[in-house]
């Protein structure tokens, strides 16, 4: 009579033990989804995807280090362009001047005058362009990042990559610095260098303005491409949040019924088994 007892107790169905333990292990997988909002947290859950997920995630991070380098470079040439301006009036200040000595109608006194303010100015150039810098990298006078030697990245991969034009506005000022308006024969001769010093000083802003254009649009495929890539990315790993609810109520009205049904089953069980021994 025990050992039917205990065949009884023995008995029962071993299918409903591994139906709870897989219920609570996919519930389980289940809350971990919901919770990270990540479909794919390990290999385990779709090696092909999360390979194929952290390809794009390594393009998603190279598309924001790459925008931010074709930021930087954006700023960079700003501030070239700022001096290109800043010259530029400088040098038109110049040449009034020059224009005003060149007149025979002033004494030579006055042109002492101007001229001190033109030769405040040329020094006032030079200040310009060499305090033109970008983290501590001069950007306007033909070195660092003016020399036409650097290159920005300005994609995710090694063979994305934009160059900075060669920026120097400090060779076409520097024939400035022996020019004079003390004479009248000097201010028409400064005339000469400044016009020509500021053909040099335009064409060269307007290579700043192309390229800062043409980073801009690189800027906005960047962005473009990010999003993309995000959005491919989603769809790959990214856990169907109405779809993990429902599963996630389906299961664990399973879990629950059956966990009910197991209780109910050891309840009668015992019942049968004090029966067999009281009898």
Known sequence: MLQGARNIVSGQPNRTVDGLQRTNRELRTILERLSSGRRVNRASDDASALAVSEGL???IRGFKM???NVNDAMSA??????AANSVTSQLQRQRELAVAASSG????RDREALNTEYQAITQE???TVSSANFNRQRVADGTDLGSGDATIQSGPTAEDSLALPPIDLMTP??????SSV?????AREAISAIDSAMGSVSAQASTIGATYNNMLSNLS???VAMVNTVAAESIIADQDMAEGIARMIQKTLLNEGATTAFQRFQEISRNQVLGLLQG
């Open 57 to 59: 995630q390594n393009r």
């Open 66 to 68: 790459a925008s931010r």
């Open 105 to 108: 109608t002033l004494s030579d």
């Open 77 to 82: 040439l700003s501030i070239a362009d700022s």
């Open 125 to 127: 150039i030079n200040r």
């Open 221 to 223: 495929n960047l962005e």
């Open 173 to 178: 000022i520097q024939q400035l610095e022996a």
């Open 182 to 186: 003390a004479t009248s024969e000097g």
